[in-house]
């Protein structure tokens, strides 16, 4: 079985230049050389190697898009989607960088102080933090104005309590952004997003991690429950000039956060058919190789479309996203549709592949457990098309 190209269709994409080509080579080998030969071992502990955050660090992988003066790689988000590209084509699921670098980095980058930039960006950038975003509780994930957990001022701190799931780098993570409750009876506009360094509450009794969630794919990615009874954080880690701005400010960010999304559905479309169309030229049966016949050539035909169409539409959606023109409505349309179709090719390729595409050591079978949550996370699909029909 012979690896798909490093060529991206996405070489060619308006957003592209010489410089982006460039970084892509770069962080292509690094990847093959540092994480590839990991990827198994990651899968089957579960977790990375908390060093592995350390290197793509060094490397220039993490906070990409955050500007160089606090210690960011200072790009924008072509650099963050060149970094998702070239994880899902090295088949690299365990380092959760779009949570990282695409969503918390951002919340702080957009709503932090200065001080609060400062202090934690350039950390982020080189992988001593790592960094985890806690909205969903076992009680409430796509309802998220029903959240119950409570951020209480006492003194000059903030007295957290409550319980959240499903987080991603769970594990590793040390400091997560946690959306509470700072005034539960103001509904939305009671909201407020508060960060906790986890490495000044841990082993105090308030602050527990659950264990590492065994899910049925993303292996290597931690993903975990997190208690908080009573865990004092200083009133200045809110982010944000007052309480109340958590809303607002979660449904500024998730646009960017559902694009990172569709990109990497858009490469896994791309990964998925490259794979199958070598696979399908050199298996035979009844004499022929399984592209001769004409169910495979219709079949890849359409889908070949397909990939196209979400390619132009993701490169359309990232070129609004850097004028700042990005809507909620069109990002949802990108996220659901691409994950949609993630899920109906990967599935489609997996049976050119007969009895083989279920097999682990094909990296198409990888690519159907790894896809299904793509139509859950980041808000489910069914969420981004009630986003849409607000157009209505
Ligand atoms: C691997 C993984 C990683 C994750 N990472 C993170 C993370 O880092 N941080 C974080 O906070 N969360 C994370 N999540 C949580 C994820 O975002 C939620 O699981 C998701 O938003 C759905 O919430 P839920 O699971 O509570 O489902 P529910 O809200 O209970 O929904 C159940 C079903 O009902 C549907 N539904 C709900 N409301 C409606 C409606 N009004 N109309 C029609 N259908 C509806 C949903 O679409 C879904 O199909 C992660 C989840 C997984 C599995």
Not at 65 to 82: K, Q, V
Not at 359 to 377: F, G, W
Request: charged share 25%.
């Amino acid at each position: 079985m012979t690896h798909a190209t490093a060529n991206s269709s996405s070489a060619t994409s308006p957003w592209m230049n010489e410089e982006l080509s460039i970084m892509r080579d770069h962080i292509a080998r690094f990847f093959n050389k540092e994480f590839v030969p990991h990827v198994k071992r990651w899968d089957e502990q579960g977790i990375v190697d908390r060093d592995a955050w350390l290197k793509a660090g060094t490397a220039g992988i993490l906070c990409a898009s955050i500007p160089a003066e606090y210690g960011g790689g200072g790009g924008d988000f072509r650099h963050e989607m060149i970094i998702e590209e070239e994880m899902a084509r090295a088949g690299i699921t365990g380092i959760g960088n779009s949570v990282h670098s695409g969503i918390v980095a951002h919340y702080i980058l957009q709503y932090g102080s200065e001080e609060q930039k400062q202090k934690w960006l350039p950390r982020m950038a080189s992988g001593e933090l790592v960094g985890a975003i806690a909205m969903t509780e076992p009680g409430t994930g796509s309802d998220l104005q029903g959240i119950t957990t409570q951020a209480k001022k006492i003194d000059n701190a903030y007295s957290i309590t409550g319980q959240k799931t499903f987080l991603t780098n769970g594990q590793l993570a040390n400091l997560i952004c946690v959306v509470v409750k700072t005034d539960p009876a103001a509904g939305s506009k009671g909201v407020s997003l508060i960060m906790v360094e986890t490495d000044t509450v841990e082993g105090h009794g308030g602050f527990v991690r659950g264990r590492n969630l065994e899910k049925i794919g993303l292996k290597a990615q931690d993903t975990s429950e997190v208690f908080f009874d009573d865990v004092k954080v200083p009133r200045e880690n809110l982010l944000g000039a007052q309480e109340g701005l958590g809303f607002v400010q979660l449904m500024e960010q998730l646009p960017q956060e559902r694009l990172i999304i569709a990109v990497s559905a858009c490469v896994a479309i791309e990964r998925a058919l490259e794979y199958t169309r070598e696979y399908v030229k050199e298996r035979k049966a009844f004499g022929k190789r399984i592209l001769d016949f004409q169910n495979t050539q219709f079949r890849l035909a359409e889908r070949l479309t397909e990939a196209k169409i979400a390619r132009v539409f993701v490169d359309d959606c990232a070129m609004k996203l850097l004028e700042g023109k990005l809507d909620a409505s069109t990002a949802a349309m990108a996220k659901w549709w691409t994950t949609q179709k993630q899920c109906e090719i990967v599935d489609e390729c997996l049976q050119f592949f007969g009895g083989y595409g279920y097999m682990m050591e094909y990296p198409i079978a990888k690519m159907y457990i790894d896809a299904r949550i793509q139509k859950i996370y980041g808000g489910s699909n069914e969420i981004m098309k009630l986003l849409i029909a607000r157009e209505l």
